[in-house]
């Protein structure tokens, strides 16, 4: 197993913990910063392993496979785990993680017909937005912070959306057409 795959399957061990840490205050007055501390390096693993993939060439199926899947568990952990604590509400974590299913239900539509889509400059930023408004959100400091989480759930709301209809419009042909 290379080091790409260890990495990924370094990040799927350390959702439990994360969660474990973002929902049950372990250490009093630190838990928080733990599953920060952790949200933060799994979600740094996923941009590590792809580099030294493509830049190493040890791309794998199996890291085509489990790569994206990390994230997705990984992100969609800390969705349930906000709503869970009362930071986000129930009904953006469902548009969310809808959305990832759409997605994921296109690209095996387009890989049953041999054709791998790479995520688009949207998705890139839903997830990015994504990810600093999770880490703002378990920091929890109140004030302006409070603000500054608002307005990245929105924005991770929007680009949500915007990626969606982008990656439909794109693709359209996978399930019009039933072929690429």
Not at 38 to 57: E, H
Request: aromatic share 12%.
């Amino acid at each position: 197993m290379n080091l790409p795959n260890k990495l990924t399957i370094l990040r799927v061990l350390m959702i439990p913990f994360f969660v474990l840490f973002a929902l049950a205050d372990l250490i009093p007055g630190y838990s928080k910063y733990i599953a920060v501390a952790l949200f933060v390096t799994a979600s740094l693993t996923d941009l590590l392993d792809g580099k030294i993939a493509r830049k190493y060439n040890m791309v794998t199926n199996f890291g085509k496979f489990m790569d994206p899947l990390a994230d997705k568990l990984l992100v969609c952990a800390a969705l349930i785990c906000l709503v869970s604590t009362d930071r986000l509400p129930a009904w953006i974590v469902i548009v969310i993680i809808s959305r990832e299913f759409i997605i994921s239900g296109f690209r095996l539509v387009a890989s049953d017909n041999g054709v791998v889509i790479a995520a688009s400059y949207w998705g890139k930023f839903k997830t990015t937005f994504q990810m600093l408004m999770i880490i703002v959100l378990l920091l929890d400091f109140g004030g302006a912070f409070d603000l500054l989480g608002q307005l990245l759930v929105w924005i991770s709301l929007a680009l949500t959306i915007i990626s969606l209809i982008d990656y439909l419009i794109k693709n359209k042909h996978v399930i019009l057409e039933g072929s690429i």
